[in-house]
């Protein structure tokens, strides 16, 4: 089956660093996306990683080892504002249809 | 306004109740997308839609109806619905199914 893993809640110290873990299970891997939703507000994309290695973007980077079905997702010099939820997603290609598959999200609160 | 909208943020309804969601987008897109997101759920793709034609309809109850006039505009027909279709109902688009979705902002649904 199709299955992807992160944790449900992560609690970090403003002007700290945080990674958020993501493992997946899934068949005709075709890339892997990082949103960031907050509270009531619609999900922006972060992040897109197809091929090993790390994608640095600012202070968001985000790694792939697609031989360990691992993603994670790190965040740097923390800011309240970065309190949110961030949805792992994989797409597979199956039958011929592209699918996002969607993990349930990690909650991550910034505290001072 | 850009990117993508959702009308109305927030709907409260009977069970006997017909009403629908609209979700536009200015981004140029041909793939449009609902979700529905309930609380520390992944999010469960509902309908997709592709140039105006529907390409997938994952085993979605009768009582939500999709309808696409143009690659701009999604409706989402609601009626008869049950309490437990109390969620988030977010759409989204993208350039082609194979390409980055863009969320808007959500209709926070309530059944009663």
Same mark, same amino acid.
């Given at each position: ?25 899934? *068949?005709?891997?075709? !890339? ?14 972060? $992040? +897109?990683n197809?091929?090993?290695g790390l994608e640095e973007?600012?202070?968001?980077s985000s790694f792939l *080892?697609?031989?360990? !079905?691992?993603?994670?997702?790190l ?9 949110? $939820? +961030? ?26 | ?112």
């Open positions: 089956g199709q299955n992807i893993d992160q944790p449900t809640e992560m609690t970090a110290t403003e002007g700290a660093i945080v990674q958020i873990n993501c493992t997946y299970q899934t *068949s005709g891997f075709n !890339g892997l996306f990082w949103y960031q939703q907050h509270a009531g507000e619609a999900p922006t994309f972060l $992040s +897109y197809v091929l090993d973007k600012g202070r968001f *080892s697609r031989s360990k !079905g691992y993603s994670y997702l965040l740097k010099e923390l800011q309240m504002k970065d309190s949110a $939820s +961030y949805l792992c997603a994989v797409r597979s290609l199956m039958d011929s249809n592209y699918q996002l598959i969607w993990g349930a999200g990690t909650k991550l609160i910034i505290k001072p | 306004e850009t990117g993508v909208t959702q009308t109305p943020r927030h709907l409260v309804m009977g069970m006997t109740n017909k009403k629908s969601l609209k979700c536009e987008q200015h981004l140029g897109h041909n793939a449009m997308y609902w979700y529905k997101q309930s609380a520390k759920k992944p999010l469960e793709l509902m309908f997709v839609y592709n140039f105006k034609e529907q390409t997938e309809n994952n085993s979605v109850p009768s009582r939500f109806s999709p309808e696409c006039p143009n690659s701009s505009h999604l409706f989402l027909h609601l009626h008869t619905l049950q309490p437990e279709d109390s969620a988030l109902y977010l759409c989204a688009s993208s350039q082609a199914q194979t390409e980055t979705q863009y969320f808007g902002p959500g209709t926070r649904l309530l059944v009663l």
